[in-house]
């Protein structure tokens, strides 16, 4: 093999160096540069990319908290609402309560009256009925002819009797 032959050591140490320098001269004249702008546009666009999703954070962070406290807000404004319902529904009930207490109130007092009413014509018509008896009674039994005034006065003792005792 030629290339170990070391009389041609000197000619292609040489022509190696020469070599060498030009892709040297080349790699770091072309190659270099255009590998570095490409490395740091990647890095500006990593960087924008990071920047931009910090700046992203922050809003949906802002957004959230507003959010946040715009349920808040509704979830006071609700309670608010419901309680305020709830209290005008207890005031109308109790009104309504009141109202429907007089008027049961005002209806059972004039049924108290009607029955007191009709508790004592039934008891003067009970005396009429029971004199009225106690006469025909008394004159078909005894063959007695009474007056209807005594047989009045005999069921009105006899009903203060039985009232008394």
């Known amino acids: 093999m030629p290339q ?25 004249k072309f190659a270099v540069p ?3 702008d490409i490395l740091e546009q990647r890095e500006r666009l990593v960087q ?19 959010y946040e406290a715009a349920m808040a807000d509704a979830r006071e404004q609700a309670r608010t609402l419901i309680n305020k319902v ?18 049961l109130a005002v209806q059972i007092s004039d049924a108290e009256q009607r029955i007191a009413a009709a508790r004592d014509e039934a008891m003067s ?11 025909d009674a008394a ?12 047989a009045k006065a005999a069921v009105s003792a006899a009903m203060a009797a039985k009232g008394a005792a």
């Open 86 to 103: 709830t209290s005008d529904s207890k005031i109308a009930a109790e009104s309504r309560n009141k109202k429907l207490g007089a008027e």
């Open 48 to 66: 924008d990319d990071l920047d931009r999703a910090e700046s992203l954070k922050g809003e949906a962070q802002q957004a959230l908290a507003n």
């Open 139 to 150: 004159s078909r039994l005894a063959g007695l002819d009474v007056s209807s005034g005594d």
């Open 34 to 36: 255009r590998i570095g």
């Open 125 to 135: 018509n009970l005396a009429s009925i029971a004199a009225d008896a106690a006469t």
């Open 4 to 28: 170990f032959d070391p009389s041609t050591f000197s000619s292609q140490l040489f022509w190696l160096v020469i070599c060498f320098v030009g892709l040297y001269w080349i790699v770091s």
